[in-house]
């Protein structure tokens, strides 16, 4: 939530800036702003909306500064408004700061500060952070080059909550501040210039060379040199990672969307994460990881623990870790799991999928595990990410960066990336088993059957046209078909506004019949040959109450029953999710469409949620 960017080089600052924000943007739109050191004195231009409304404000094309900080917001403290937007200044104008993350104590600090004589301008938690840092700045009696940095350490040391902060400061115009807590920032290194971003994609045209940051690491950044210290100012030296991601992934080449041209990655994503090393001949194994059969064993059970898609992956890890290993495995939301004193001890695995690594709820749940003495492995998309360096092991999808608020390659990268985890661990614990065969082998057919599926999209917008103007649409499924439905239901959410639920078909009866009128669109799942013949029958109990039905299936069933039927291609039921979501992807993009929505930035929403 909230986009930062930061740039001191010999460039003018501004357009880089706001190029950076405008890659960002999927973080937060409710405002935009950027401060420059101009001619010795600090300069901000904000306001309220999109990035692109920087461009028309007055005098932006006249800034000339070579060091400068950006923000793109998801308003929190303070609605969306001039005032509320970052840049931040403190009340003498020598400090600027931008902010993303959550100041918990900011009324206590606010009170202090209104003592002192300070007076606020804003709403925000972040307005008492460049006044906080002025006031351990004038305190400070020393006047040497290492003032400014004191300052922000000793304001930093005060707050409570998460951040990730920038500052920039008349007084030192070769230099900028960053620090973080809990939200995500990196610094790209350059040559005669450095960059600092919320994520590696929005810097990634201007260099492959980051940074990572620790909490409470504090960094001085001038043109040439980037220097680190930790929380009590003792220098420490950190090296470079090189990112793989090339510059083109992260922009839209040729389509229409973000969102279209990830549906359309999932066969690259699949067969990147799956690896070229996966085959059916040897044992399936991932060099981050040393489990063994003894510990394996010794497991009474393994939590996975994510947030909205990601949690939805999970649910097809649960089927596939218990089925092939048979521990028995619990999937839960970061938000709810955290709370609720989870029975997890040293002899529980936990296992947490996050696309961005940044989640605030999934990490604080696997801080918790460790605290609790378990094991945790983190399955994440960015290499480096908050996540990644808390847990004991990590894991990497390789789906390139995602960019749509709305997730799609990452899911199904999560779903093929679990699987295989669930084969590493059955074949530790000598599993012999044909299901364990004939899997590995469907993995490796997974990518063609994928672009196979993608050919369905004529036929899915044509469907969707017809009902985007819908209130309600209802998703069915039984088995690992239900936890598709629950991804199908909230990607229809979130990008285009329809009210949307999913129920185990077997379930509908309980209640939720009751909602089914006529002319009610119904979407069902239908994938394990198991279960077609129940799901059938609760697919009548809707045809019988006037509902009009689509079913997805890769089964041969009586196709007059329903009035549309997508067939996708057949597969192992394991990770049939893969294949079954995406038609749902397509309707819901389309639909979205149809409404005319901005599908990569839904309302409300921000790709990455680094608040609790
Ligand atoms: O980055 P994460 O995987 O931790 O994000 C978790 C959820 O916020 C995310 O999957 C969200 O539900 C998506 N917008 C769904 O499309």
């Not at 001619?39 to 901000?44: Q, T």
């Not at 005060?158 to 902060?165: N, R, T, V």
């Not at 696309?355 to 399955?379: H, M, P, V």
Request: glycine share 6%; net charge negative; aromatic share 8%.
């Amino acid at each position: 939530m909230c986009g930062i960017v930061g740039y001191i080089g010999t460039k003018k600052a501004s357009p880089i800036l706001i190029n950076g924000l405008i890659r960002l943007e999927y973080r937060g739109y409710d405002s935009a702003g950027i401060s420059t050191i101009e001619k010795e004195e600090l300069s901000i231009m904000k306001d309220k909306g999109r990035v692109k409304n920087l461009y028309h404000l007055k005098g932006i094309d006249d800034l000339t500064g070579t060091i400068g900080i950006a923000h793109t917001r998801w308003a929190t403290h303070g609605k969306p408004s001039k005032e509320n937007s970052h840049p931040h200044m403190d009340n003498s104008k020598t400090f600027s700061v931008v902010h993303n993350g959550i100041i918990e104590n900011y009324n206590e600090l606010r009170n202090f500060l209104t003592d002192n004589g300070y007076i606020f301008y804003s709403q925000t938690d972040t307005e008492v952070i460049p006044n906080l840092v002025h006031y351990y700045y004038e305190k400070d009696e020393k006047t040497d080059n290492l003032r400014f940095l004191r300052a922000v350490k000793n304001a930093c040391s005060d707050l409570k909550g998460s951040f990730a902060i920038e500052i920039i400061c008349k007084d030192y115009p070769d230099n900028m501040i960053v620090t973080r807590k809990d939200s995500p920032l990196v610094i790209g290194k350059g040559e005669n210039e450095n960059y600092i971003s919320s994520d590696i994609p929005a810097i990634l045209s201007f260099t492959r060379n980051f940074y990572l940051l620790n909490d409470f690491e504090l960094v001085v950044l001038s043109r040439n040199n980037v220097v680190f210290y930790d929380k009590d100012l003792n220098p420490i030296e950190k090296d470079t990672k090189t990112i793989e991601w090339n510059a083109s992934s992260a922009e839209k080449d040729g389509y229409e969307d973000f969102m279209l041209k990830e549906i359309y990655e999932q066969p690259t994503a699949i067969r990147e994460t799956i690896g070229a090393k996966f085959n059916e001949e040897t044992k399936c194994e991932f060099d981050e990881l040393n489990f063994t059969k003894e510990y394996l064993s010794s497991l009474n059970k393994i939590y996975i623990v994510a947030c909205g898609t990601a949690m939805y992956a999970g649910l097809a890890g649960k089927n596939a870790i218990e089925k092939l290993c048979k521990i028995p495995t619990e999937v839960d939301v970061a938000s709810e799991f955290r709370y609720r004193d989870p029975l997890v001890d040293d002899k529980t695995l936990c296992i947490f999928i996050s696309q961005s690594g940044e989640t605030a709820d999934t990490i604080a749940a696997l801080k918790l595990c460790k605290e609790k003495g378990a094991k945790t492995l983190a399955i994440s998309n960015v290499i480096g990410s908050s996540i990644t360096r808390e847990a004991d092991y990590s894991i990497y999808t390789h789906a390139g960066p995602e960019i749509a608020v709305a997730s799609t390659k990452a899911y199904t990268s999560q779903v093929i990336l679990i699987t295989i985890l669930s084969i590493y661990f059955a074949e530790i614990l000598d599993i012999e088993c044909e299901k364990v065969s004939l899997l590995k082998r469907d993995i490796l057919q997974l990518p063609k059957k994928i672009e196979e599926t993608l050919k369905l999209s004529e036929v899915i917008e044509e469907f969707s046209k017809k009902v985007y103007q819908e209130k309600d649409i209802f998703f069915l499924g039984r088995g690992i078909d239900e936890a598709v439905a629950k991804e199908a239901s909230l990607k229809l959410k979130e990008i285009s506004y329809i009210h949307s639920e999913s129920y185990p078909a077997g379930e509908l009866k309980h209640g939720p019949i009751a909602l089914i009128e006529n002319d009610i669109t119904v979407i069902s799942i239908m994938t394990d040959n198991t279960l077609v013949e129940k799901t059938i029958s609760n697919i009548q109990e809707v045809i019988t109450r006037g509902a009009k039905t689509l079913v997805i299936t890769n089964q041969n069933v009586d196709e007059d029953m329903f009035d549309r039927i997508i067939k996708i291609p057949e597969t192992n039921p394991f990770v049939s999710p893969i294949l079954s979501i995406i038609p749902l992807q397509l309707f819901s993009y389309y639909i979205s469409k149809e409404k005319g929505l901005d599908v990569d930035k839904p309302r409300n929403l921000a790709k990455s949620v680094t608040v609790e």
